[in-house]
């Protein structure tokens, strides 16, 4: 039983993790430590090739220990599969052979979302299977109602048809007129009301009136809309959570101390000059709004204690020890940037990020480290699954790491100290 069953649940793997650290009597003092110890030593970071030999070893019923299958084992039941399901080796007229290109799926990190709809044909997986791999093995979003193609792989993996079908669908596809002047297009439309315009699809005429609408769209953004609305909410809250720490920062308040105590100093000047002098200088001091903070003060506040090269920007993320666990992504001012000119879509990571930096300045509405946990959870899990990202997955070691933080008594603090740790720690 612990080889077969424990070993294949990544979740429980991970949940156990979280609760021996929270229980820990240590953690209320040394939080960052336990969480920086657990990451670097106890949780994995399960790449696409652990998805894909957990989901055939599964689906194919083997019986032997999860960790003795070889790597052979599993390529040969990839290439009998694709033989049955009449699946090529990949959708373009690519020369590589099954064989090698079976090694890769099952050793890489991650792969492109395209090789996750060739797997699905290949194996016959169902819609479901599907997204499982999109959101958890490659931690994307799911099938894509704006993509022709996607919709497509949507429609045959609905139906159980096979490769073959989806090659027809694809020729009709690219049969269709671009500019047809009977199409309505889908240029005003959100995503999710094209999601569901998809999900209502029963017939392969209803398929073919959906991707010329598709097709008749030629300038609309494969970028999810309720996505990047998602981030532009949580990111003008955080601004405005920023721009309210700016305007209350202790230092401010000992800029005037300091100029107190220099007027005083000055004996010329009567009482009532000083006063007027104190008054005019607070008045000056800068009262911050949305509108102030910047990309490059998120990055101050959330990457504080990632360390900055000469010219302030913070170092590669390959310098930390754990960049393996958090894949090397970055929250960083560029990324920011890209995101909100258009030129990238966000991640779950970032809303995550974003999420948890509002939630914990929450300290005083959540004093109970449990209920704040739990009120953090419900909110993640409800912009995820509102995004098709899936929910919050606590064996991604960064979202592990962002439930940890948050149970601990200083959220974004123990948040920093864990990062630093990451920099600093010599092993």
């Known amino acids: 039983m612990r080889n077969r069953e424990t070993d294949l649940d990544f979740t429980g793997e991970a949940k156990k993790l979280l609760n021996d650290v929270v229980d820990d009597t240590r953690f209320p003092d040394k939080d960052a430590l336990l969480i920086y110890n657990s990451l670097k030593k106890r949780l994995k970071f399960r790449s696409?090739?652990?998805?894909?030999?957990?989901?055939?070893?599964r689906k194919a019923g083997l019986?032997?220990?999860?960790?003795?299958?070889?790597?052979?084992?599993?390529?040969?039941?990839i290439q009998a599969s694709f033989s049955?399901?009449?699946?090529?080796?990949?959708?373009?007229?690519?020369t590589s052979k099954l064989?090698?290109?079976?090694?890769?799926?099952?050793?890489?990190?991650?792969?492109?979302?395209?090789?996750?709809?060739?797997?699905?044909f290949g194996l016959?997986?169902?819609?479901?299977?599907?997204n499982m791999f999109l959101t958890k093995g490659i931690r994307e979003q799911e099938i894509n109602p704006k993509d022709p193609f996607e919709v497509i792989c949507w429609y045959c993996f609905k139906n159980n048809f096979n490769y073959l079908k989806f090659e027809q669908l694809w020729d009709i596809y690219n049969a269709i007129s671009p500019k047809s002047p009977d199409t309505v297009n889908f240029n005003t439309e959100r995503t999710i009301n094209i999601r569901n315009s998809m999900l209502s699809i029963t017939s392969e005429k209803a398929l073919v009136a959906h991707i010329e609408k598709l097709k008749a769209t030629d300038t609309m953004s494969m970028i999810s809309v309720t996505i990047q609305k998602s981030f532009g909410e949580l990111y003008d809250e955080a601004r405005d959570l920023v721009a309210k720490i700016y305007n209350s920062n202790e230092s401010d308040e000992n800029d005037t101390v300091r100029f107190i105590q220099k007027l005083s100093e000055n004996e010329r000047l009567s009482s009532l000059k000083k006063q007027k002098r104190i008054e005019e200088f607070r008045a000056k001091k800068k009262v911050f709004s949305r509108e102030d903070i910047t990309e490059s003060d998120i990055e101050h506040i959330i990457c504080s204690a990632i360390p900055t090269d000469r010219y302030g920007n913070i170092i590669p993320a390959r310098s930390s020890k754990l960049s393996e666990q958090f894949e090397g992504k970055r929250f960083s001012r560029q990324r920011l940037r890209d995101i909100l000119l258009g030129n990238v879509q966000a991640s779950r990571f970032d809303l995550i990020t974003l999420n948890f930096f509002l939630y914990s300045q929450k300290l005083d509405i959540y004093p109970n480290s449990k209920t704040r946990y739990l009120k953090f959870l419900e909110s993640m899990n409800k912009i995820l699954e509102k995004c098709f990202l899936g929910k919050m997955y606590v064996q991604n070691p960064y979202e592990c790491f962002i439930l940890m933080c948050i149970l601990s008594s200083d959220p974004l603090g123990t948040y920093a100290d864990v990062l630093e740790l990451s920099y600093t720690v010599t092993e």
Do not use: C, H
Request: charged share 25%; no cysteine; proline share 5%.
């Open 84 to 94: 049955d399901n009449q699946t090529p080796a990949s959708f373009s007229a690519k």
């Open 124 to 130: 016959n997986m169902s819609v479901e299977d599907v």
């Open 48 to 57: 696409f090739g652990d998805y894909l030999r957990r989901y055939i070893y």
């Open 99 to 120: 064989s090698s290109l079976s090694k890769n799926w099952l050793t890489q990190q991650t792969v492109r979302r395209n090789v996750v709809f060739l797997l699905g």
């Open 63 to 77: 019986t032997k220990p999860f960790k003795e299958v070889p790597l052979d084992e599993y390529r040969l039941i």
